[in-house]
Structures are given as structure tokens and as C-alpha cells.
């Protein structure tokens, strides 16, 4: 990990210092305290992401552009286009509750991605881990799966029901990114991520204003 301070808020567009030295830029900020930055660039010493894996454009949303990501790493696209894979892991991962009022679209990334491996007559090693159920344990086994440069597809909730593992589960409001490093701020922890809709790299609190996060490890069953 690398160990950075806080520049003075008079500094927004680069309050992020590593020995004096800016390496982000403020998104967003709750309260007073960082929610997310840019990264820009990455540490010199001390911290690699995870950098192999295809940079797809944004499409449809973020949870079937990272879903589509991380499969065509673990060599699931075949000969498919980007937009057209994506657009074909997004028909198995999004769902419409059309019986319910304002027929909402839910995202079930699990479940999705396991009838796409059984469409393809794959076999995938699913596992979720929500930060509801236990923090120390979500955040223990992202750390260790970015030490063995394992891309994990992360999904920040913002539903107010969201704390509910069913009520995450759906993403209804959330975004999804692909989980490539992990980073002190201070004392926080923040991940470092993938964004599809900036195409760069983002760091996001572990602590911040969402209701929940999933963390999500997709592998190929051998």
C-alpha cells in the first residue's frame, strides 16, 4: 500500500499528495471527506494495478460493459465485436420487473453470468461477497485476490434498501467497475478501479456514501 495525505481543500483539483507530489484529482466529496478521485497518475513506487485486461467503451451500462470486460479475460468473447458481446451478456444480466410499478431494471450479475456460461456450455466459479454482510471479510478477500492480480467486478450500491444482500443483489441504483488495486488515503482505504464511462482509472471509498458493495470473483471452473 502506499500511504497518502490530504492536500488542503483550497487545492480541489489536486488534493491527493504522495510526498508532496499530486497523483489525483477530486470527483466527488461528501461532508467534507473524500468520496472518489481520479487517478492521475498511479504512485511511482509501491502500488501496480492490474493493467491486462481490455479496455472496452462504455455500453448499455456499466454492469454489462465490466461483466463483458472481465469475461473476454477469462477468454469467454470469442469472435464477437465489443458492443456485441456486451450487448449479449447485458440480455442474460438485466431483467425488467415489468409487474411492479414504474417496471424497474435489475441487474443480477450471478445469476446472469451463470446462464451465459451455460449458454456457451462454459462452466464459471462465481463467488459474492457483500460489504453488508461483513466489511472485514468483503474488504480482507478483495485485498487479497488484487495481491494475486485477480480483477474482481465491483458494484457500488445507492438503493436505500440497498443494505438488504436481495435489495444490492438487484442494482437497482448502482454502478459497477472492474477491481484492480487497492490504496491508502490517511487512514481510509479506497479501491482502485476501472471506470468504463471515464475509460481510466478511479479510487473510490471503501467508506463512503453508498448502502453497499458487492464483490464479485468470476472464474473459469478447470
Known sequence: MVKVRIHSRDFLKYPILSKNKPIGYMLCQTNGEVEEFGVSPFPAKGFVPVKSFPHYKYFLNSHATVCAILLDYLGLRGNDSEKSFIASVNVFIEKCLCSQPGQPLIYDIAKGLQDFASYKKKGLLIKELYKSDSGDKALNFYIEKIKQKEPLIVSFVFDKEGKSRERARERREAET??????????????LILWDTKMEDFLAKSWDGSHTNIIITEVRVEK
Open 177 to 190: 467497475f472492474l477491481g484492480v488495486g487497492e490504496l491508502m488515503v490517511g487512514k481510509e482505504i479506497f
